[in-house]
């Protein structure tokens, strides 16, 4: 089972969540430079602050609790250390470290946390990208996720998931499974929406051994159409019956997405 992960800050849709498995919350803290960075874009900027990572944890029972905070400082590495430690006391189960571009920085990072709980790098830079061989046996590693937005901003792509198309995805997945790490990648809309609908976002997770995915803010919306668990739901359903492709269906799925993919950044291109 895919671990889902939602991003909120409010503990009665954290609750909600709770009670159903394979789900993962998710506060995010990230603020520096992302407006800039994704600026005339439909994205959202997160305002969670701090406490509100002890408001989610407080209600939590079965899930775990991941909180991506801002990315490392090397200029000023005692703004980091106060940003994690503030985290930690509240409760964080894992940290998401976003947008870092070398080695050092990771580890610096990690130097930072030491061992205190699992880090997840996110890698969304053409620079984690290129020195993935480098820096995946960092100790206190727990997952690999790949940020598949800030990702092909970098790489001057004009659909988000042209990385994955590209096989720059299974590259990472590879290299993970070698040692033994799982990875995440994305995010994801309700299973028969979006311009790559859920169902095949899914179908490519499954295909490359993925643990986890982000839910888009899709599943949040207040239209009295499907609720939240309803939309859940319905995922998990496409997941199980995902799960029971043999060889040949899922790489003509594969084959299939990619062209879906390659045509959907074409159309954005002639835009």
């Avoid at 009670?19 to 992302?34: I, S």
């Avoid at 106060?82 to 610096?108: C, I, K, N, Y």
């Avoid at 096989?167 to 790490?181: K, M, P, S, W, Y």
């Avoid at 179908?203 to 309803?230: C, Y």
Wanted: aromatic share 4%; glycine share 8%.
């Amino acid at each position: 089972m895919i671990d889902l992960l939602t991003i909120t800050n409010q503990p009665e849709l954290a609750k909600r969540c709770d009670q159903m498995p394979g789900m993962r919350l998710f506060v995010d803290l990230e603020r520096n430079g992302k407006a800039e960075r994704q600026a005339g874009r439909n994205t959202f900027i997160s305002m969670h602050q701090i406490d509100d990572v002890g408001r989610v944890k407080t209600v939590l029972r079965n899930s775990r609790l991941m909180v991506r905070v801002n990315p490392y400082q090397p200029d000023q590495p005692a703004a980091s250390r106060a940003e994690v430690d503030a985290v930690l006391a509240q409760g964080a189960d894992l940290l998401m470290l976003p947008m870092f571009s070398t080695v050092q920085e990771l580890r610096s990072f990690c130097e930072i946390v030491d061992g205190r709980v699992p880090i997840v790098p996110l890698l969304e830079t053409v620079g984690a990208l290129e020195s993935l061989e480098q820096w995946l046996d960092t100790p206190g590693l727990g997952e690999i996720f790949v940020g598949l937005n800030d990702l092909h901003l970098a790489m001057g792509c004009r659909f988000m998931f042209e990385p994955l198309a590209q096989g720059h995805v299974d590259r990472v997945a590879a290299a993970a499974r070698r040692r033994g790490l799982p990875i995440g990648f994305g995010g994801i809309a309700r299973a028969d929406e979006g311009l790559l609908p859920g169902r095949d976002v899914l179908g490519e997770h499954l295909r490359l051994g993925s643990r986890a995915v982000i839910l888009s803010r899709t599943f949040n919306r207040p239209d009295g159409e499907q609720p939240f668990e309803g939309a859940v739901e319905a995922l998990r359903e496409a997941e199980s019956t995902l799960a029971l492709r043999n060889a040949a269906q899922i790489e003509a799925d594969r084959v299939r997405v990619a062209a879906l993919i390659n045509q959907l950044a074409q159309a954005d291109q002639s835009a």
